[in-house]
């Protein structure tokens, strides 16, 4: 632990479920800070704050910024299938009469058959429109119990729209940890970062595997027993945070 340099901590099923606080979370966070190891944007935020889970800004790093800045870039008028306290992110971005992009988050009061028409029909009428995806997990936990993630329905539009080009901002992606670690000027000793996560495959697969971060299973939000037999390179696998 003496060469720990960062610990980045998945939010969804590892810290909270819905508005409430997984087990450990609060206490475990505590900890966190009291041993020392450096820390390095609103709603997410407030959420933490609201469930007795202490957080700033600045350590908040989300898919939203860098689903902006690629926006921006290629000068895209898109449909935004978001939530409303996502869209905050946007302003400024021009969505009036979207016509050569679509983005898909986690939005369940907008994954709906009419929204994902519209989105079809930019896609299949636009070939070389992206489909951008903040990310692509199958499932995630709510209090209840878990339910539908965003990518189940980008899947259906790249069946739909065979050939679309799908871009995937969020994790398991490498350009997002590495963008992390550029953010925690850690991107140079990734061996000495802890990814954890409840998701064997978004959390602790793809970029956090290749770049050789040390990655933690937490038996939360969306684990499932018998996840870790799946990746048995995972470096531990704890009851929670």
């Keep these: 632990m003496n060469s720990i340099r960062g610990i980045l901590i998945d939010i969804s099923g590892t810290l909270l479920i819905g508005n409430k606080p997984c087990e450990g979370a609060v206490v475990g966070l505590k900890k966190l800070r009291e041993a020392g190891i450096p820390e390095n944007r609103t709603s997410i935020l407030d959420k933490l704050i609201d469930s007795g889970i202490d957080a700033n800004k600045n350590e908040i790093i989300t898919t939203l910024s860098a689903c902006r ?23 400024g971005i021009p969505t009036e009469e979207p016509k050569d992009a679509v983005v898909v988050g986690l939005s369940p009061s907008n994954l709906r058959y009419d929204v994902l028409n519209k989105a079809f029909r930019i896609l299949i009428d636009n070939p070389n429109a992206p489909l951008i995806a903040l990310h692509k997990g199958k499932y995630f936990a709510e209090s209840d119990g ?49 990814m954890i996560g409840d998701d064997i495959t978004q959390d602790l697969g793809g970029g956090a595997k290749e770049l050789g971060l040390i990655r933690y299973l937490v038996k939360t939000g969306k684990y499932r027993s018998g996840d870790e037999t799946r990746d048995p390179t995972i470096n531990g696998v704890f009851d929670n945070f």
């Design 69 to 91: 800045n690629l926006i921006i870039s290629r000068k895209l008028r898109p449909l935004l299938i978001l939530e409303d306290d996502a869209l905050d992110d946007f302003q």
């Design 146 to 194: 878990l339910s539908l993630g965003p990518g189940p329905f980008v899947s259906a539009l790249e069946y739909a729209c065979e050939g679309v080009k799908t871009i995937v901002v969020g994790k398991p992606e490498k350009s997002f940890f590495e963008s992390a670690l550029k953010d925690m000027d850690l991107l140079e000793k990734a061996n000495q970062v802890i």
